[in-house]
């Protein structure tokens, strides 16, 4: 038996408990206690009682959406992937590194068979034989955790040749990133397991039907893994979780200046208002003053009665919360993000690695008090340029917390400029 570090805690208070199920104290759930809890069932129903395409049919029903930020249909992905011919691929996305973001940690490290089964449902659902798990490199209990669980799984014939006596063979590798961001961008992460530096490639073609080794592969996050086995499980009442085109169970990792910081799960039926109270609201009873979507979005104070689903008015997303309060600065808090996308932009881009550069050192002067009126319509534009000569997700994002607080914390920005730091931190 391995020793496991640092697992981190975790809040319970939740409002449905699927995902989070086993994954309650602080400790990892083995294969034997899996079992007893219902593991591995929707493994074994999968494939005796159901063919491939029943269960694409499952989770196109499902609604199933991705959770590493995008939220793209699951089983429309599945079917790209599909309409190729094998060998197919099956990786799982758990590079993790969105500020702010630590929900797939949980169940790596608490709940690693439940990702295992997902993965095995999916490779038996895309007739792959050979699925990877990317994850990243700060991560190095996690690692240890899955390989112990994959190895764990193959003794009991969950994984291998002849799954469960069937002619369905599937095995999982774990493939450790080595601390760079943007590897967690699809493309990236296929060069990377490719051996190559990790630079995302042009889309299309999407790694669906051009992936690994160019073959068509299908690159899931951890969190939309671990629904699977839940939606084999419950068939067509996976439909009553949750609000309708939205269904399932979702993880909300809430940071900041809350009473109860931790991951959550909740139906996205919820608002963000009502995440914020699941978490004992604010701090110190101090008052709300925005929260980070991770780097994605800004909310202010008076928009959290938006619902957590996909929509288009909704919070989407990874579902990462960063709660901030009236002692918060936001130009304190969007350096923090600049500071992030400028070490973490891969430099192939002109535009993103110098715009992030520049848009960093421009907050700075907000921070020092060297900013003019002109750095606000530097930073604007900037971020309207940024993502147009930018080929990946990192530089169409790099810019979107900066220009929601401008749009919504212009006075913040203003005060700055005239020498007033509104949060009492900055100079
Ligand atoms: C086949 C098509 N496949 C789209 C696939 C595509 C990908 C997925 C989403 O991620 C997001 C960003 C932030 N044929 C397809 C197709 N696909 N059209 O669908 O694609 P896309 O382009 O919408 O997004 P993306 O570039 O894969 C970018 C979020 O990720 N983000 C946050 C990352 C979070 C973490 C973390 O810590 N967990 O890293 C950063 O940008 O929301 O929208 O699979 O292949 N015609
Ligand atoms: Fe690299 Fe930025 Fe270009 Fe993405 S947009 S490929 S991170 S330089």
Redo the contacts with the bound molecule.
Sequence with gaps: MRYYPNIPDLNANSSINLLLRRAKENRTTNIEEYITTGGYSALKKALTRFNPEDILILVEESTLR?R???G?PTAR?WR?ALSNPPPRYLICNA????PG?FK?RIIIERDPHLLIEGMIIAGYTLGAELGFIYIRGEYPAGAMILEDAIEDARKKGFLGKNILGTDFSFDILVYRGAGAYIC???TALIESLEGKRGHPRL?PP????EGLFGKPTV?N?VETLANIPIIVTYEMDFMNIGPMGYYGPKLFPVSGKVKNPGVYEATMDLTLRELIDMAGGMKNDKKLKAIFAGS?AVYSADEIDIPLDYSPKGFG??GTTIVLDEDDCIIDALIVIAEFFEHESCGKCTPCRVGTYEQLNILRKFQNGTATEKDIELLEYLGKNIPVGSI???GY?ASNAIMDALRKFKDEFIAHINGECPAGICF
């Design positions: 991705g590493g930020g995008a793209f992905k790209f590079d993790e590194s969105e973001t797939d967690g961008e699809e889309r999407y790694p669906a039907n690159v996050n994605l997303g990874t990946c997700g990192l994002s």
